[in-house]
């Protein structure tokens, strides 16, 4: 468990390296970034780390959690995976492609990278296939990591037939938007089925309390069916059709919106009142998941408001399992380095997000365009003003998150040197 710890927050700590690049070049007070190419390559390096590469570890790590190690090929083969990808972003080599979900550097380094990491990581969830059985049988926290385990499955198995229906016409950005669009909305409900778990987890932390309710077992099994909906996108010929989008919408906003709705609901009124870290990572995380949430059910195109969408959601997850790895070194540990820190950093990396999906969403409500370097669409004084509450948000953002990474890696790390075995 420690191992794909460690694993998450180097992730987490290169996603937010490129993540500030990022914000501090869209940040009209600081302007950095003076290279375009430079830009493009590194929200690639971004968004996979952010997206993928932390949020995938950090699920390794809550399976190891529940289950324990199986087998020893999975962890060399995650962290050299893991490298390969960093390598790849960080070396001004090959054309970047902004599609959706995984951002692609055309680089046989990027290419290699990205299948070695998955392919550790479906190795590690093959080895735990006797779990599924807790989709019908046991409590809710097996339900939910069993549900986990088998959507972590399908998210790797779809890339196969992806391969098969990506060689249409359109061009590489096209093709990496038909590769990964059904695995990559696949791989937001097994991040949501984790998000569900830990929210169970940080329930029990903060205030005692283990649910147990057929209705919230019904609800994950409506996250289930209709997650496996995303699966017909094979037989309509191409996953970026009209009449394929009404299914992901569908099962977007009901498959997932109403077990998510069910859950807060019964975890909310239960909750106790207090500052424990498990308290404010959960209202933080329930608070920015709905809110990127809501920002999606209102209407987008695209513009800004997209990231604001998933800069929500995304940060929501986080959130959650920041709160969550506090727990875990303290129990797997039994101390935490700089432990008032944990405290504090939730707050602030939930302001920083509140901030940059506020800032995003007025930019593009105004007109703002995504994933684009300048200024140009920038001469409105109200879009200037939005576009530097992103700057803010992002270095408030990041301030949280190196908290985070300050006293979880110190915690590891002082683990590590004291001989402990990851």
Same mark, same amino acid.
């Given at each position: 468990?420690?191992?794909?710890?460690?694993?998450?927050?180097?992730?987490?700590?290169?996603?937010?390296?490129?993540?500030?690049?990022?914000?501090?070049?869209?940040?009209?007070?600081?302007?950095?970034?003076?290279?375009?190419?430079?830009?493009?390559?590194?929200?690639?390096?971004?968004?996979?780390?952010?997206?993928?590469?932390?949020?995938?570890?950090?699920?390794?790590?809550?399976?190891?959690?529940?289950?324990?190690?199986?087998?020893?090929?999975?962890?060399?083969?995650?962290?050299?995976?893991?490298?390969?990808?960093?390598?790849?972003?960080?070396?001004?080599?090959?054309?970047?492609?902004?599609?959706?979900?995984?951002?692609?550097?055309?680089?046989?380094?990027?290419?290699?990278?990205?299948?070695?990491?998955?392919?550790?990581?479906?190795?590690?969830?093959?080895?735990?296939?006797?779990?599924?059985?807790?989709?019908?049988?046991?409590? !809710?926290?097996?339900? /939910?990591?069993?549900?986990?385990? +088998? #959507?972590? =499955?399908? $998210?790797? %198995?779809? *890339? @196969?037939?992806? &391969?098969?229906?990506?060689?249409?016409?359109?061009?590489?950005?096209?093709?990496?938007?038909?590769?990964?669009?059904?695995?990559?909305?696949?791989?937001?409900?097994?991040?949501?089925?984790?998000?569900?778990?830990?929210?169970?987890?940080?329930?029990?932390?903060?205030?005692?309390?283990? !649910?147990?309710?057929? /209705?919230?077992?019904?609800?994950? +099994? #409506?996250? =289930?069916? $209709?997650? %496996?909906? *995303? @699966?017909?996108? &094979?037989?309509?010929?191409?996953?970026?059709?009209?009449?394929?989008?009404?299914?992901?919408?569908?099962?977007?906003?009901?498959?997932?919106?109403?077990?998510?709705?069910?859950?807060?609901?019964?975890?909310?009124?239960?909750?106790?009142?207090?500052?424990?870290?498990?308290?404010?990572? !959960?209202?933080?995380?329930?608070?920015?998941?709905?809110?990127?949430?809501?920002?999606?059910?209102?209407?987008?195109?695209?513009?800004?408001?997209?990231?604001?969408?998933?800069?929500?959601?995304?940060?929501?997850?986080?959130?959650?399992?920041?709160?969550?790895?506090?727990?875990?070194?303290?129990?797997?540990?039994?101390?935490?380095?700089?432990?008032?820190?944990?405290?504090?950093?939730?707050?602030?990396?939930?302001?920083?997000?509140?901030?940059?999906?506020?800032?995003?969403?007025?930019?593009?409500?105004?007109?703002?365009?995504?994933?684009?370097?300048?200024?140009?669409?920038?001469?409105?004084?109200?879009?200037?003003?939005?576009?530097?509450?992103?700057?803010?948000?992002?270095?408030?953002?990041?301030?949280?998150?190196?908290?985070?990474?300050?006293?979880?890696?110190?915690?590891?790390?002082?683990?590590?040197?004291?001989?402990?075995?990851?």
């Amino acid at each position: 468990m420690l191992f794909y710890l460690s694993l998450s927050l180097f992730s987490l700590l290169l996603a937010g390296f490129f993540g500030l690049l990022i914000a501090l070049t869209r940040t009209p007070a600081v302007s950095l970034l003076k290279s375009p190419e430079l830009f493009y390559h590194f929200l690639v390096g971004h968004v996979t780390f952010s997206i993928t590469l932390w949020l995938m570890s950090f699920t390794l790590a809550y399976w190891h959690y529940k289950e324990g190690r199986k087998g020893r090929v999975a962890p060399p083969a995650t962290l050299l995976g893991m490298l390969l990808l960093s390598l790849s972003c960080l070396l001004p080599y090959g054309e970047p492609y902004l599609n959706n979900y995984i951002p692609v550097i055309a680089h046989p380094l990027f290419y290699a990278g990205l299948s070695i990491f998955f392919f550790g990581f479906f190795v590690e969830a093959l080895l735990r296939l006797s779990s599924l059985r807790g989709l019908k049988e046991g409590t !809710l926290s097996k339900q /939910l990591y069993a549900l986990s385990l +088998l #959507l972590g =499955l399908l $998210t790797v %198995l779809s *890339l @196969l037939p992806s &391969f098969f229906i990506a060689h249409q016409e359109g061009g590489m950005k096209l093709y990496f938007e038909r590769l990964f669009w059904i695995p990559g909305h696949l791989q937001q409900f097994m991040y949501t089925s984790v998000m569900l778990a830990v929210w169970h987890e940080l329930l029990k932390r903060s205030s005692g309390i283990s !649910l147990e309710s057929s /209705l919230l077992k019904v609800s994950n +099994l #409506l996250l =289930l069916y $209709t997650s %496996l909906l *995303l @699966l017909t996108g &094979f037989f309509f010929g191409d996953p970026l059709s009209d009449r394929f989008r009404l299914v992901v919408v569908f099962s977007f906003g009901v498959g997932m919106g109403v077990p998510l709705l069910v859950h807060s609901l019964y975890i909310l009124k239960s909750l106790k009142k207090g500052f424990s870290v498990a308290t404010l990572s !959960l209202l933080l995380s329930m608070g920015i998941y709905h809110l990127g949430a809501f920002i999606a059910y209102g209407g987008m195109r695209s513009d800004l408001r997209i990231p604001a969408h998933y800069h929500g959601v995304v940060s929501g997850v986080s959130i959650a399992f920041m709160g969550f790895t506090y727990y875990l070194l303290k129990e797997k540990l039994g101390h935490v380095v700089w432990d008032r820190l944990a405290k504090w950093q939730a707050p602030l990396f939930g302001l920083g997000i509140n901030l940059l999906v506020f800032g995003f969403y007025l930019a593009g409500r105004m007109g703002a365009p995504r994933k684009t370097y300048g200024f140009e669409y920038a001469g409105d004084v109200m879009v200037l003003f939005a576009l530097n509450m992103v700057g803010l948000g992002g270095v408030l953002a990041v301030i949280g998150g190196l908290l985070f990474l300050a006293y979880a890696g110190a915690t590891l790390w002082r683990s590590y040197g004291n001989g402990r075995t990851f």
